[in-house]
T-cell receptor
Framework: AQSVSQHNHHVILSEAASLELGCNYS??????LFWYVQYPGQHLQLLLK??????LVKGIKGFEAEFIKSKFSFNLRKPSVQWSDTAEYFC???????????FGTGTKLQVIP | NAGVTQTPKFRILKIGQSMTLQCAQD?????MYWYRQDPGMGLKLIYY???????DKGEVPNGYNVSRSTTEDFPLRLELAAPSQTSVYFC??????????????FGPGTRLTVL
């Protein structure tokens, strides 16, 4: 069974700091990769996704992620965070043609004004 | 489009009671899912469905049941509620359109407490 690891459980940053959240997965074949965000008290929303093509994926709100196949990684980045980015971030992966998606345990980001 | 809707938003149950969490989607998605979210544990898949009349177990199905009689609806049934089922439950759906393949759309969640 595939697994997804998010090594940072809780990250605290000041506004304007740069962000990088790590995500590693275990499956060695073709994968679809996602980052979801969950703002306090809300449901998960898609930030960005990778299916194929350019490994550098740009999402909403200035977020981007880079797929590095050799490292089984899909790290999320943002050059300058804002207080409104305070949320929990989930990495997710699906493999093959089957639509089952495995989620990581999430990283809570707290941005201090 | 309303997307994925869930009812109720909050519920408190006593141990041993039963209830049904409702989920509906209006995007004509074939795939639907139920997850539970516990602090620090991410999302765990309870049950999923690949179409009307077809359901299967996920990682943590014990204590739950589902049915899928229509494309739109995917209710989750809790029988004999236990404190371990205290959680936030999310329903999600996904379609087969190539532009959103495997992208899951989530409902607002149901916060359930079992006392």
């Amino acid at each position: 069974a595939q697994s997804v690891s998010q090594h940072n459980h809780h990250v605290i940053l000041s506004e304007a700091a740069s962000l990088e959240l790590g995500c590693n997965y275990s499956y060695g074949g073709t994968v679809n990769l996602f980052w979801y965000v969950q703002y306090p008290g809300q449901h998960l929303q898609l930030l960005l996704k990778y299916f194929s093509g350019d490994p550098l994926v740009k999402g909403i709100k200035g977020f981007e992620a880079e797929f590095i196949k050799s490292k089984f990684s899909f790290n999320l980045r943002k050059p300058s965070v804002q207080w409104s980015d305070t949320a929990e971030y989930f990495c997710a992966v699906s493999s093959g043609g089957y639509q089952k998606v495995t989620f990581g345990t999430g990283t809570k980001l707290q941005v201090i004004p | 489009n309303a997307g994925v809707t869930q009812t109720p938003k909050f519920r408190i149950l006593k141990i041993g009671q039963s209830m049904t969490l409702q989920c509906a989607q209006d995007m004509n998605h074939n795939y639907m899912y139920w997850y539970r979210q516990d602090p620090g544990m991410g999302l765990k898949l309870i049950y999923y469905s690949v179409g009307a009349g077809i359901t299967d177990k996920g990682e943590v199905p014990n204590g739950y049941n589902v049915s899928r009689s229509t494309t739109e609806d995917f209710p989750l049934r809790l029988e004999l509620a236990a404190p371990s089922q205290t959680s936030v439950y999310f329903c999600a759906s996904s379609g087969t359109d190539k532009s959103s393949y495997n992208e899951q759309f989530f409902g607002p969640g149901t916060r359930l407490t079992v006392l």
